[in-house]
Each structure stands twice: as structure tokens, then as C-alpha cells.
Nanobody, 122 residues
Framework: VQLQASGGGLVQAGGSLRLSCAAS????????MGWFRQAPGKEREFVAA????????YYADFVRGRFTISRDNAKNTVYLQMNSLKPEGTAVYYC????????????????WGQGTQVTVSS
């Protein structure tokens, strides 16, 4: 599975962005998809995840109510709609695919996209 993330950019605090992650390869719907982020000097952290069917969704507490993860299995794409962005949300955002393990742990994901930069100005 190869993943290509896009949609990052520069936005003012309170603004919105929609990230996309396009997957190539077969059996996209069999993979749980996750979004992680890594700010300069910090460890990579979990943001959101969605199961292969889309029936179960998980969010980090700090994005709950502001971010929405979704997927379109017909298009092999997962999305992250980010609203009410905060300056502390400045980071490189990565999409990832995995089948087993804890959805919030980066070690549970086998494939990673290249990341897309999100910068939130105050």
C-alpha cells in the first residue's frame, strides 16, 4: 500500500483545512486508516482513526469536536476535516494504514504517507 497525503497549508487560527490521503494498492477497505501529527521537537502523536468499514472512529481528546475523519472506499481515500484550528496544531500530518493492534499507537500501522505540513498562524 502506498499513501499520498495532501491538503496541508497555511491557515489562520480558527480556520479550516481538509486533508486527503489517497491509497494505491488492493484491499484498501481492509485497512484501518489513521492520522498522526508531529510538531517540531515533539514525538509523533495520534489524531484520529477509522476502521476499514468506517463504522468505528476514534479521536484524540484534543481534536474531538473540531476534527472529522472519514473515508471513501470507492476512491481509496481517507479525509481529515479540521475546523477551528489552533496554533498548537502546527505540525506535519501523516496518514497511515494498518490492520492490527491499538488504533492510537503508531506501531500498529504498517504503511505511512510522506506527510503534509499544516501551519496555523495566530
Amino acid at each position: 500500500v502506498q499513501l499520498q497525503a495532501s491538503g496541508g497549508g497555511l491557515v489562520q487560527a480558527g480556520g479550516s483545512l481538509r486533508l486527503s490521503c489517497a491509497a494505491s494498492g488492493r484491499s484498501f477497505s481492509s485497512y484501518r486508516m489513521g492520522w498522526f501529527r508531529q510538531a517540531p521537537g515533539k514525538e509523533r502523536e495520534f489524531v484520529a482513526a477509522v476502521t476499514g468499514s468506517g463504522n468505528s472512529i476514534y479521536y484524540a481528546d484534543f481534536v474531538r469536536g473540531r476534527f472529522t475523519i472519514s473515508r471513501d472506499n470507492a476512491k481509496n481515500t481517507v479525509y481529515l476535516q479540521m475546523n477551528s484550528l489552533k496554533p498548537e496544531g502546527t505540525a506535519v500530518y501523516y496518514c497511515a494504514a494498518g490492520r492490527w493492534g491499538v488504533q492510537t499507537s503508531s506501531s500498529s500501522y504498517d504503511y505511512w504517507g510522506q506527510g503534509t505540513q499544516v501551519t496555523v498562524s495566530s
